[in-house]
Antibody
Framework: EVQLVQSGVEVKKPGESLRISCKGSGYDFTRNWIAWVRQMPGKGLEYMGIIYPGDSETRYSPSFQGLVTISADKSSNSAYLQWSGLKASDTAIYFC??????????????WGQGTLVTVSS | EIVLMQSPGTLSLSPGERATLSCRASQSVSSSSLAWYQQKPGQAPRLLIYGTSSRATDIPDRFSGSGSGTDFTLTISRLEPEDFAVYYCQEYGETFGPGTKVDMK
C-alpha cells in the first residue's frame, strides 16, 4: 500500500527555521516526483514545487522560489520542506503528494495527511 | 503561466441532484493534463479524475469529467451525502484552480 506520512504539528516564532518531512512507503520512492502544496487557512491549494528523489532534481513554482527549500533523502525515503526564517504568513497546512507524470499527463495520486505549521509571536 | 478559473464559487444542491462544475484555462491545455480533486474539511485532497475523463482508483462512476481546449467540466450525476466538499481542477500537476464548494441546500 502506497503511503505518504508527514511529520507532526509545528508551532514556531517568526524568524525561526523549520524543516518538515514526508516519508514514502509501499513503492519505489526514487521513481516518482514528490510535490509540496500549501493551503493557507480557509483558502485553496497552491503548488509550491517538486523534487525527484532519484537524483534530487528540484523545481520551484515562481511564487515560492527563494522562499523555501525542497530536498530529499532517498536512503530514508523522505522528502523535506524547509524555511530559514519563518513569517506569520507561512501559517498554513502543507501537503506532500506523489506525482505521476509523463510528457503528456501529470497528476497527484497519493497525498500525505498534511502538516499544520503555525507561526506566531 | 496558465491560470485556471472555476465556476461557480459555490454550488448549493440537494442529495440526488446533478452537479456540474466548470474549470476554464487562460489558454488551451492538453486534455491529458487536466485533473480534478475532492477535498473534505480536515482531510487531504483526493484524486478523482485525471486526463480530463479517466476516473482514479475506487472513484464511483457518478463522477465524470469532460472537455477540451480551455473548457473542462466535472459532473456528479447524483449527489450522495459524502460528495459535499470542495473540488479543485489542476493543470499538468502544477497550477490549481481556486475551487468550487458544493454544499447542501
Amino acid at each position: 500500500e502506497v503511503q505518504l506520512v508527514q511529520s507532526g504539528v509545528e508551532v514556531k516564532k517568526p524568524g525561526e527555521s523549520l524543516r518538515i518531512s514526508c516519508k514514502g512507503s509501499g513503492y519505489d520512492f526514487t521513481r516518482n516526483w514528490i510535490a509540496w502544496v500549501r493551503q493557507m487557512p480557509g483558502k485553496g491549494l497552491e503548488y509550491m514545487g517538486i523534487i525527484y528523489p532519484g537524483d534530487s532534481e528540484t523545481r520551484y513554482s515562481p511564487s515560492f522560489q527563494g522562499l523555501v527549500t525542497i530536498s530529499a533523502d532517498k536512503s530514508s525515503n523522505s522528502a523535506y520542506l524547509q524555511w530559514s526564517g519563518l513569517k506569520a504568513s507561512d501559517t498554513a497546512i502543507y501537503f506532500c503528494a506523489r506525482r505521476v507524470s509523463s510528457t503528456w499527463y501529470s497528476y497527484f495520486d497519493y497525498w500525505g495527511q498534511g502538516t499544520l505549521v503555525t507561526v506566531s509571536s | 503561466e496558465i491560470v485556471l478559473m472555476q465556476s461557480p464559487g459555490t454550488l448549493s444542491l440537494s442529495p440526488g441532484e446533478r452537479a456540474t462544475l466548470s474549470c476554464r484555462a487562460s489558454q488551451s491545455v492538453s486534455s491529458s493534463s487536466l485533473a480534478w480533486y475532492q477535498q473534505k474539511p480536515g482531510q487531504a485532497p483526493r484524486l478523482l479524475i485525471y486526463g480530463t475523463s479517466s476516473r482514479a482508483t475506487d472513484i464511483p462512476d457518478r463522477f465524470s469529467g469532460s472537455g477540451s481546449g480551455t473548457d473542462f467540466t466535472l459532473t456528479i450525476s447524483r449527489l450522495e451525502p459524502e460528495d459535499f466538499a470542495v473540488y479543485y481542477c489542476q493543470e499538468y500537476g502544477e497550477t490549481f484552480g481556486p475551487g468550487t464548494k458544493v454544499d447542501m441546500k
